[in-house]
């Protein structure tokens, strides 16, 4: 291919994208690499040292995609995960967590918070160049947009246009990974999916592959949820079922 038209089909790469990610990681290292790969892919990088200062460059930039380091100085990335899906205004901002911690409980603390994504030091720039393809592919809600996003049974309504999940009249705090989750399986009352299908549909085919992560993801669903909780039937040996006799 001639240079000049490869230099044309770059440029044209670069100004598709554009997307905003923000960067919170300490080790200098690590964050020159990810600014620079990212940079690379026609994103435009934020990058931040501390969970204090990544917490405010979130709030500042509003970002695509947060990718958030597990240990950081100041605020560790829970916290800051934890006060971003608290915040209405950043709460449905992606967050990919970053850490060189790779046993099963990090991973279900990071997904217990709110985080989209998970994954472990060292990786590939390819490996995360394609993880973050995927997080921005799906979006906030993206793919429960459209004809059917308002779901309604008795006093649980869950509105994914409007991000809002409704208990009797009271707003329930979700992340989009649950406001997915919920919304899906509401949407096909009585079909039972497997973990499997569930990380395949709700959360994506490059997230993390542990059984956990749906488990979690249910298991902070029904504390949200109250009387309702029991409508997320459990089907031993096989995964997860909205109830079919609550009516809507």
Known sequence: MDRSVEDELETQRFAMKRETIVVVEDESDILD???????REGYRV?????????????????PDLVLLDLMLPVLDGVEVCRRLKQDPITRSIPVIMLTAKGEESDVVLGLGVGADDYMTKPFSPKELLARVKAVLRRGPLKEERGKGDRVVYGGLVIDTSRHEVLVDGERVDCTATEMRLLHFLASHPGRVF?????????????????????????????????????WIETVRGVGYRFADATGG
């Open 33 to 39: 690499v990810l600014e620079y790969n990212l940079a």
């Open 46 to 62: 934020r990058a931040f040292r501390d969970g204090e200062q990544g917490l405010d460059g979130v709030r500042r930039a509003n």
């Open 194 to 230: 497997s973990r499997d299908h569930l990380l395949s549909r709700v959360i994506g085919e490059d997230a993390v592959v542990l059984d956990r992560n749906i488990d979690v993801h249910v298991g902070s669903l029904r504390k949200k949820l109250g009387e309702y909780r029991n």
